[in-house]
């Protein structure tokens, strides 16, 4: 892309957005709670005992569980879609995307540091509602500046997008329960590099031999990290649910930040194509 001060405002903008996503993965890598109301946890060596894929020992409360994680992401993707259009018609468009990126940041904490016993499921839905949609204002000057250089990437980015989230989620359930679920600390890893990436290339002149690498370890290396994060909580999700944690709306939070984070890339590197 020849547009250096966009491209450093956009690197800001995804940085941001990985600020979230890392508070994430270090707080839901604790363990929740049993419940007799829920199947029966199985440890790592069990679980590496058992033959068949994930798919086969999903109980029907587990697809139930993620049949509503699906229905409420879909929800969101819906909703942060519908911000960004009414964004991108109304002068809100001009507001610099770190205060929505910020303001996100309130509704997604409430929800982790809230729970269906504390908090009524009216105002949660909403915390999530507005955490999507905030998220859908942030992404409005990405989306608007992708449909001027070609009306044909926005809705390319999100069929690609959609194709990599099903690819990994079915990946996901054809192997072993519990194999992606090894994946936590090095993609915990992989975030921290991924997120020094990004700060790094705001301070690194772009005419700097070092700029270049940060921006392609930020790109691709955040395309591939993300792209793995979905297998991951996807795995994460049915495990947690079996444990006793039921809360479709911090695992449809999940999925979102990991459908966020690879369709920006994606419909970045074909803005670059198109350029």
Same mark, same amino acid.
């Given at each position: 892309?020849?547009?250096?001060?966009?491209?450093?405002?956009? *690197?800001?903008? !995804?940085?941001?957005? %990985?600020?979230? /996503? =890392?508070?994430? $993965?270090?707080?839901?890598?604790? @363990? #929740?709670?049993?419940?007799?109301?829920?199947?029966?946890?199985?440890?790592?060596?069990?679980?590496?005992?058992?033959?068949?894929?994930?798919?086969?020992?999903?109980?029907?409360?587990?697809?139930?569980?993620?049949?509503?994680?699906?229905?409420?992401?879909?929800?969101?993707?819906?909703?942060?879609?519908?911000?960004?259009?009414?964004?991108?018609?109304?002068?809100?468009?001009?507001?610099?995307?770190?205060?929505?990126?910020?303001?996100?940041?309130?509704?997604?904490?409430?929800?982790?540091?809230?729970?269906?016993?504390?908090?009524?499921?009216?105002?949660?839905?909403?915390?999530?509602?507005?955490?999507?949609?905030?998220? *859908?204002?942030? !992404?409005?000057?990405? %989306?608007?500046? /992708? =449909?001027?250089? $070609?009306?044909?990437?926005?809705? @390319? #980015?999100?069929?690609?997008?959609?194709?990599?989230?099903?690819?990994?989620?079915?990946?996901?359930?054809?192997?072993?329960?519990?194999?992606?679920?090894?994946?936590?600390?090095?993609?915990?890893?992989?975030?921290?590099?991924?997120?020094?990436?990004?700060?790094?290339?705001?301070?690194?002149?772009?005419?700097?031999?070092?700029?270049?690498?940060?921006?392609?370890?930020?790109?691709?290396?955040?395309?591939?990290?993300?792209?793995?994060?979905?297998?991951?909580?996807?795995?994460?999700?049915?495990?947690?649910?079996?444990?006793?944690?039921?809360?479709?709306?911090?695992?449809?939070?999940?999925?979102?930040?990991?459908?966020?984070?690879?369709?920006?890339?994606?419909?970045?590197?074909?803005?670059?194509?198109?350029?």
């Amino acid at each position: 892309m020849n547009h250096p001060n966009l491209s450093l405002a956009l *690197g800001l903008i !995804m940085t941001l957005a %990985l600020a979230p /996503a =890392l508070t994430l $993965s270090l707080n839901l890598s604790r @363990q #929740a709670p049993a419940s007799s109301s829920f199947p029966s946890y199985v440890d790592q060596p069990e679980r590496e005992q058992q033959t068949g894929t994930q798919w086969d020992a999903l109980t029907s409360g587990t697809v139930d569980h993620m049949r509503k994680v699906y229905g409420t992401l879909a929800t969101g993707i819906g909703i942060a879609a519908g911000a960004s259009l009414f964004t991108m018609a109304t002068p809100l468009v001009g507001i610099h995307p770190l205060i929505p990126g910020i303001a996100s940041m309130v509704p997604l904490m409430g929800l982790y540091y809230t729970s269906k016993h504390t908090h009524s499921m009216m105002f949660r839905t909403g915390l999530y509602a507005a955490f999507t949609g905030l998220s *859908g204002v942030a !992404m409005a000057p990405l %989306l608007k500046f /992708a =449909l001027a250089v $070609s009306p044909a990437v926005v809705p @390319q #980015a999100l069929l690609i997008t959609t194709a990599m989230f099903g690819t990994m989620t079915a990946l996901s359930l054809l192997a072993k329960p519990g194999a992606t679920l090894r994946w936590g600390v090095p993609l915990a890893g992989g975030m921290l590099v991924l997120m020094g990436a990004g700060v790094a290339s705001m301070f690194v002149p772009i005419t700097s031999a070092w700029y270049p690498l940060l921006h392609n370890v930020y790109l691709y290396g955040g395309l591939g990290l993300f792209t793995l994060y979905i297998a991951y909580d996807t795995q994460k999700m049915i495990d947690e649910y079996e444990m006793g944690e039921d809360d479709h709306l911090k695992h449809a939070v999940d999925l979102f930040l990991d459908f966020k984070m690879v369709f920006s890339r994606v419909l970045i590197l074909l803005m670059g194509r198109s350029d």
